[in-house]
């Protein structure tokens, strides 16, 4: 199962960006997607996740009031959409499918925010 992000670029703090990730027909019902980061020289981290129906989001701390995420069940997409970015949150991010205990994972694209 491949997921494919995209959307990244360079930004100056304060400006916002839109990540949407294709999701492949998969035989997984009702899957919850999310969104993770990697900044150069750390660990992979949670950013945010949403539920099939889209009622019950989750963001880190970092990101609460600043970015959203969204679905897409007839596209099959995931988007996040970011606001308000800070020179913090640069990385390079990841779409998330968790499901029975494996987590598959798009190619990630880069986020660039300069100060």
């Known amino acids: 199962v491949q997921l494919q992000a995209s959307g990244g670029g360079l930004v100056q703090a304060g400006g916002s960006l839109r990540l949407s990730c294709s999701i492949p027909r998969v035989n997984f019902s009702r899957y919850v997607l999310g969104w993770f980061r990697q900044a150069p020289g750390k660990e992979r981290e949670f950013v945010a996740g949403?539920?099939?129906?889209?009622?019950?989001?989750d963001y880190a701390d970092s990101v609460k009031g600043r970015f959203t995420i969204s679905r897409d069940n007839v596209r099959r997409t995931v988007h996040l959409q970011m606001n308000n970015l800070e020179p913090e949150d640069t990385g390079v991010y990841y779409c998330n499918l968790p499901w029975r205990g494996r987590h598959y994972w798009g190619q990630g694209t880069q986020v660039t925010v300069s100060s």
């Open positions: 949403i539920s099939w129906s889209g009622d019950s989001l």
